[in-house]
């Protein structure tokens, strides 16, 4: 295996973690009933606020619980739902003593390739299903679909990207699952700031093209940057 | 475990020894740029209130704005603390691949200037809050610029952590908070150059990037009030630097001292 | 009281607390002078 390419490492590294996870289901499960759980408690809590109407600087009023605030919410829930589920891909390659191997018989790139990738996998997996509940359940709307997919499929890479790196970094300490949600949320809400403004594109009527350049822009240039950096330094902190 | 508390013991020794065996040639000085330091400082602190006169279209008849001259140095100096703590992460990760050599000097300078920025964010979160209060009439308004100082606060936090958590192992601590700073250089420079540019905000742009904007009587307090807190920043720094360096020798000597001990 | 007084008084705040850090920083930086000769002569012996 060592003498393959670092894609079809990763191809391979891939392929084992999601075999695995299939049969136990441990990262897809502990995501899926976080969402869930916390799907039904972000509905239930914002029930008072369907029908509340605010009214502007300008006189024009506004539904308060509208489509860009569910959108923040749904991407709270996800950010959240990731770090239940993500934070144990490199702890668990560690208690299981496959670590080593993987160091072994891989590089660095191929590693955090095929964690990226499978995280983005489960990720999106939980994405799939959650979105329409979520939507049946709010009222959510699509808007603009050209952007609503986009946004949704980059924001997911962003999100993994920087759940991967960070839980690479939290594996190394100690105590891990703490400082996993303190080292990376900081990190996301910078993310969650520009998908929030990516997704206003969605649902307003007129938008002009400098906006989108700029929002969507934004958007794809963070994740762009994260996975470099981190594919850049996570030899680094994989290798001892 | 008794490693970690010796150092303590020995830094007393030490500073027994050093009173008794001071040579003339040990003898300090204090070098001219400190001193330099100190009278730039005083000079800002007058000049703020007696150099410049009260700030046109500012509250309190404009007495309210003498503040910049501390909340702006701040908030400058909290974005470019980043970019020294990069710059020496970035330099230790380069080091670490090509030498094979442990530069520990190049992480205590990242470490220094990491907390060194999250000092002056924190100085300005608190200067700008006060400021927003008399101002704008409330001490936080959710402006972008006091939500990517927050933000920043907690990247600063978030590192710091991080190396707290691997106190115990020193070349891992060093590798795995160089790969932070690198990595979470991409939210920081959102944080400091787009954040405030994407959304509406109330704070003056140009007080800086358009000289014409600000009066005369600002310039010659606020161009130095710049200079003696990127003396002090340099200062705070190099003082970090060298604690840290004397801390590391201190727990060397320790176990060298227990290692002969046991034998 | 005086406008100019009043802001004599605030001014007098920042001024104290500076020269307090002032010297405390001169403080430490002579002690760590110190500290760091004498690491250099230990080196040598």
New interface residues.
């Given amino acids: 295996m060592s003498g393959s390419l670092w894609y079809q490492q990763a191809v391979a590294l891939w392929r084992k973690d999601l075999r695995a996870e299939l049969r136990t289901r441990v990262a897809l499960g502990s995501m899926g009933v976080f969402a869930l759980a916390s799907l039904m408690l972000i509905a239930l809590s914002m029930l008072s606020l369907k029908d509340e109407v605010f009214v502007d600087a300008l006189g024009h009023s506004h539904l308060a619980w509208d489509n860009p605030a569910k959108m923040a919410l749904l991407w709270v829930l996800f950010c959240f739902a990731a770090f239940a589920g993500l934070s144990h891909s490199f702890v668990h390659e560690e208690s299981t003593g496959t670590a080593q191997n993987l160091r072994l018989f891989m590089s660095a790139h191929a590693v955090y390739a095929g964690k990226l990738f499978f995280n983005f996998t489960v990720l999106g997996a939980i994405m799939l299903v959650i979105t329409p509940i979520y939507m049946l359940l709010t009222g959510m709307q699509v808007g603009g679909i050209m952007v609503f997919v986009p946004i949704m499929v980059w924001g997911g890479m962003s999100l993994a990207a920087v759940a991967t790196t960070v839980a690479a970094l939290a594996s190394r300490a100690h105590t891990s699952g703490a400082l996993f949600g303190a080292i990376g949320l900081p990190m996301l809400i910078v993310l969650l700031v520009l998908i929030m403004q990516a997704a206003k594109l969605c649902y307003s009527a007129h938008i002009d093209t400098i906006s989108i350049v700029k929002d969507t822009g934004g958007l794809l240039s963070y994740g762009i940057l994260i996975i470099t950096l981190s594919a850049l330094s996570f030899h680094f902190v994989w290798e001892d | 475990m008794a490693t970690l508390h010796s150092p303590v013991v020995n830094k007393e020794d030490n500073q027994k020894i050093s009173t008794e065996r001071l040579t003339p040639q040990t003898a300090y000085h204090v070098p001219l740029w400190k001193a330099l330091t100190g009278l730039i400082m005083s000079y800002v602190i007058v000049g703020a209130f007696f150099i410049a006169h009260g700030a046109i279209g500012f509250a309190e008849k404009g007495v309210a704005a003498r503040i910049i001259f501390f909340h702006v140095p701040c908030a400058v100096l909290s974005s470019i603390a980043y970019f020294v703590g990069f710059f020496y992460a970035a330099r230790y990760l380069l080091k670490l691949k090509s030498e094979k050599i442990k530069p520990f000097l190049d992480d205590y300078r990242s470490a220094a200037a990491m907390e060194l920025g999250f000092l002056f964010c924190l100085l300005a979160t608190i200067t700008g809050s006060i400021f927003a209060g008399v101002q704008w009439g409330s001490f936080w308004n959710w402006d972008p610029r006091e939500t990517s100082i927050v933000v920043m606060l907690l990247l600063y936090a978030s590192y710091l952590l991080l190396r707290a958590a691997n106190s115990l192992k020193p070349e891992l601590r060093a590798r795995l908070s160089a790969v932070y700073a690198v990595v979470a250089l991409v939210p920081a420079q959102f944080l400091i150059w787009a954040v405030p540019r994407i959304l509406a905000t109330m704070h003056p742009t140009t007080t800086l990037t358009d000289p014409r904007m600000t009066s005369l009587s600002y310039k010659m307090v606020l161009y130095p009030a710049f200079i003696a807190f990127v003396l002090l920043f340099i200062w705070l720094m190099q003082l970090r630097v060298r604690m840290m360096m004397l801390w590391e020798q201190h727990r060397h000597n320790a176990q060298q001292t227990m290692e002969t001990d046991y034998r | 009281m005086t406008h100019r007084m009043i802001?004599?008084l605030?001014?007098a705040v920042?001024?104290v607390v500076?020269?307090g850090l002032?010297f405390y920083?001169?403080i430490?930086?002579?002690?760590?002078?110190?500290?760091?000769?004498?690491?250099e002569?230990?080196d040598s012996i």
Avoid: S, T
């Avoid at chain 3, 430490?28 to 690491?39: K, S, T, V």
């Fill in positions: 802001l004599m605030v001014m920042p001024l500076w020269f002032f920083l001169l430490i930086d002579r002690a760590m002078h110190r500290l760091e000769n004498n690491q002569g230990n």
